[in-house]
């Protein structure tokens, strides 16, 4: 499963701006999709996830309220619809796949970067103040 994620840019405080996740070729319809972001010096941390099925989604308490993580399987595209943005989200964003997503996974086993299959580069969003 090849993931490209898209979308980023440079925005102003308080904008809004939404990311894509799309596969070429296989359908994500069979995988749990989240959203991690990293910036320099740190690591990649958990932003947002969807399960497989796209009746759960998760969610880390710095975005809470902020971002939304739609999917369709349909248009084979999982976006990380991001409002209210602050300069503290300026990060790079990666999409992950995860086959294992099912909606009776907890929140904890989504953070974790390591039970995702597969994943995209990197877009980058940068928040001016």
């Known amino acids: 499963v090849q993931l490209q994620a898209f979308g980023g840019g440079l925005v102003r405080a308080g904008a809004s701006l939404t990311l894509s996740c799309q596969t070429s070729?296989?359908?994500?319809?069979?995988?749990?999709v989240g959203w991690f972001r990293q910036d320099e010096g740190n690591d990649r941390v958990f932003v947002a996830a969807?399960?497989?099925?796209?009746?759960?989604?998760y969610y880390a308490d710095s975005v809470k309220g902020r971002f939304t993580i739609p999917r369709s399987n349909v248009e084979n595209t999982v976006w990380l619809q991001m409002s209210s943005l602050k300069p503290e989200d300026t990060a790079v964003y990666y999409c992950?796949?995860?086959?294992?997503?099912?909606?009776?996974?907890?929140?904890?086993?989504?953070?974790?970067?390591?039970?995702?299959?597969?994943w995209g580069q990197g877009t980058q969003v940068t928040v001016s103040s």
């Open positions: 992950a796949a995860w086959s294992g997503g099912t909606d009776s996974k907890s929140l904890p086993h989504y953070t974790r970067t390591t039970v995702y299959d597969y």
């Open positions: 070729g296989r359908t994500l319809s069979g995988y749990a």
């Open positions: 969807i399960s497989r099925t796209g009746r759960r989604t």
